[in-house]
């Protein structure tokens, strides 16, 4: 079945740090890949997508790259804000389905 | 324009006793999703309308719970009897009717946190 693997968090980091979030996939099609980010006491937003391979989705200074030949999709930027603290999720759907497939989540913290 | 809202946003129950909950998705979006995550672990698909049919109820864990959409426009997910396990927070996402693209967005509802004592 499908399934998407996130680093575990949380991720601390000074302000203007640079971001990594791993993010690895199991699907049994072509799926489409998503980015989610719930901040505190809000609902999950779409941050970011990529719908086929080496695509590249980018939104508020973050990016991640469809990457099939390692089934990952890793989400980076470059200088992290107090503002980006918050949980971000991996998600996937896969071919000819509607449901997403989500990760654990990583909770980011960014400290002035 | 107003984005998907949940009702209520906590609970607190007993084991045994029977909750409802409530979403309203974006208006006009045809499709409706109801997922949960449970103890800090993955969100869990639990299934999709779309308008007032049942399209997907492969995530639905148990008969114990029940989801509704009469009407096509909000939709309730009833818990009777509930369990500890059950406790978690419930998120309902909305979509406009699909065009075949890949690219479909899910938008998310700030979530019920349910807990079952």
């Known amino acids: 079945g499908n399934s998407v693997t996130q680093m575990e968090g949380p991720v601390t980091l000074s302000e203007e740090a640079f971001l990594t979030i791993n993010c690895t996939y199991t699907a049994t099609g072509y799926p489409s890949l998503f980015w989610y980010v719930q901040y505190p006491g809000e609902g999950l937003q779409l941050l970011l997508k990529?719908?086929?391979?080496?695509d590249k989705g980018s939104n508020k200074g973050f990016e991640a790259t469809y990457r099939k030949e390692t089934t990952s999709f890793h989400l980076e930027k470059g200088s992290v804000q107090v503002s980006d603290s918050a949980v971000y999720f991996c998600?996937?759907?896969?071919?000819?389905?509607?449901?997403?497939?989500f990760g654990s989540g990583t909770r980011l913290q960014v400290q002035p | 324009e107003a984005g998907v809202t949940q009702f209520p946003s906590h609970s607190v129950i007993e084991k045994g006793q029977t909750v409802t909950l409530r979403c309203d998705p974006i208006s006009g979006h045809d499709n409706l999703y109801w997922y949960r995550r449970v103890m800090g672990k993955e969100i869990k698909f639990l299934l999709h309308f779309v308008k007032e049919s049942k399209q997907d109820e492969s995530g639905m864990p148990n008969n114990r719970f029940l989801a509704e959409r009469t009407g096509g426009t909000y939709s309730t997910l009833k818990v009777q009897p509930a369990e500890l396990e059950d406790s978690g927070v419930y998120f309902c996402a909305s979509s406009p009717r699909w065009d075949g693209g890949a690219a479909d967005t899910q938008y998310f509802g700030p979530g019920t946190r349910l807990t079952v004592l």
């Open positions: 990529a719908t086929k391979a080496d």
């Open positions: 998600a996937l759907r896969d071919t000819g389905r509607r449901a997403l497939t």
